[in-house]
């Protein structure tokens, strides 16, 4: 009886699971996030190791000319382990499978090499149809021409991001799944199903305590004002009852001069106390801080 409770539990849904397309919103989200969230053995301390880079890139890192629009590139350095989608292509759905081989030619990636992919359309039947494309094999675009193309300006490291969301369980007190109700007035409408083709784990949350983040960035797309309400949420909400995430920020600012953060305190508490009329400004992050990743994966991935 367990055996079959099990089959109709997770066996027989898989093969709904796989018959579906991914939309652009999946494709995005696994190219992004990488292979997997939570341990691993490329990341045995969890601390987002072997993970891609998102880059936004205006220019073609082999001809130089300009793209205009932007466009999104997911860039994996060598030994990097590919996305699930890559590994499973069946996860992608059948005709975005047979896209991403035929036009992407994604079967050509290797993780050894490293490889950078972008999302392309195509026309099917008089239907457009988001797939996954090997811009290393398709356009010549090299990993270090990438890089050196965005530089860090451009560079969002969205899946070291998601994984510091996991790790910190935000999930208990948010979600990420407007429910079919009145909720998608407020938060944006509900992801489809093929948005969840090879992310893992979906992270849907498991209570509201606190707004929704599924669409957050487009309700608020001010990194400043991230900044602030992960330091000291009082500092943007007098009430809000969300814990400090202030030592994300790590030992050093973006100078590399240590954060007092003593000090940083008890200039606050005076601030509460109505002693000074402004709050201390919040130190500025360094670029390998899992701040600076944490708010890469909500401004990039949560539209």
């Not at 629009?69 to 860039?75: G, M, N």
């Not at 890089?147 to 969301?165: C, F, H, I, P, S």
């Not at 240590?258 to 109505?274: F, L």
Request: aromatic fraction near 12%; hydrophobic fraction near 35%; glycine fraction near 8%.
């Amino acid at each position: 009886m367990f055996g079959l409770s099990m089959s109709i539990t997770l066996f027989f849904p898989s093969f709904d699971f796989i018959s579906a397309e991914s939309t652009w919103v999946g494709l995005d989200k696994a190219l992004s996030n990488g292979r997997t969230m939570g341990w691993s053995f490329e990341d045995p301390l969890v601390r987002g190791d072997g993970k891609p880079l998102t880059v936004i890139l205006d220019k073609d890192p082999k001809t130089g000319e300009t793209i205009d629009p932007p466009v999104r590139a997911y860039v994996y350095k060598p030994g990097t382990p590919l996305a699930s989608p890559i590994n499973h292509p069946n996860n992608l759905g059948p005709t975005v499978k047979s896209l991403g081989f035929s036009k992407g030619k994604i079967d050509q990636a290797s993780k050894e090499a490293g490889a950078v992919f972008t999302i392309s359309y195509a026309d099917v039947n008089g239907e457009e149809w988001a797939y996954p494309e090997l811009a290393s094999v398709t356009r010549g675009w090299t990993v270090e021409a990438t890089l050196a193309t965005a530089g860090d300006e451009n560079t969002r490291y969205v899946g070291k991001g998601k994984q510091v969301y996991t790790t910190e369980q935000c999930w208990w007190c948010h979600t990420l799944l407007p429910e079919h109700t009145q909720d998608w007035q407020v938060f944006g409408w509900p992801p489809y199903q093929g948005d969840m083709n090879g992310e893992m784990p979906t992270a849907f949350g498991s209570d509201r305590k606190a707004p929704d983040l599924l669409h957050v960035a487009s309700r608020n797309s001010s990194r400043e004002w991230m900044m602030m309400h992960f330091f000291n949420p009082r500092l943007v909400q007098p009430n809000s009852i969300m814990p400090r995430f202030d030592y994300l920020w790590g030992k050093v600012d973006v100078n590399g001069n240590p954060i007092d953060y003593a000090k940083w305190r008890k200039e606050y508490e005076a601030y509460r106390k109505g002693e000074v009329a402004y709050p201390p400004e919040v130190p500025e992050y360094a670029r390998d801080s899992e701040i600076r990743a944490l708010i890469d994966w909500i401004l990039t991935s949560l539209k």
